[in-house]
């Protein structure tokens, strides 16, 4: 089953909307929430899918928040993928969060946030912290 993200205001409408609908609210047209909520769901893509290099970059950035309890830095990431460059993390990391794997805070040390994560897959390399 492909994962779908939804903001908060969009959780909080479905809440909002499924506890009406159960509590039989007569001012709500029930056709109407489930058209919109359907048309939510149509307009939420399923998660794309990871290039190899995006997969190691998001095993080992989460493999790094269990084991430290925090992100890794763009720096220590390199490092422990073997890139020679930051600009190489950053421009993986930006893909992971168009795709909705990560968010990225900006101008907070160590602010990455995995979001979702696909079945480990199976790299031919071990990545370790």
């Known amino acids: 089953m492909p994962s779908i993200l939804l903001s908060d205001s969009e959780c909080e409408f479905i809440a909002a909307t499924l506890t009406e609908v ?29 290039t190899l290099h995006q997969a190691k970059l998001l095993d080992y950035v989460a493999d790094y928040l269990d084991l430290h309890g925090y992100a890794p830095n763009y ?9 020679r460059s930051g600009a190489t993390v950053h421009e993986h990391l930006q893909n992971l969060q168009r795709k909705g794997y990560v968010r990225i805070l900006f101008n907070e040390a160590r602010g990455i946030t995995v979001l979702a994560r696909p079945p480990r897959a199976n790299l031919s390399e071990t990545v370790s912290p």
Do not use: Q, T, V
């Open 22 to 50: 159960a509590d039989g609210d007569p001012n709500r047209d029930r056709e109407a929430i489930y058209r919109r909520l359907a048309a939510m769901f149509r307009r939420k893509r399923a998660l794309e899918p990871l």
């Open 75 to 83: 720096e220590e990431i390199a490092h422990g993928l073997g890139y």
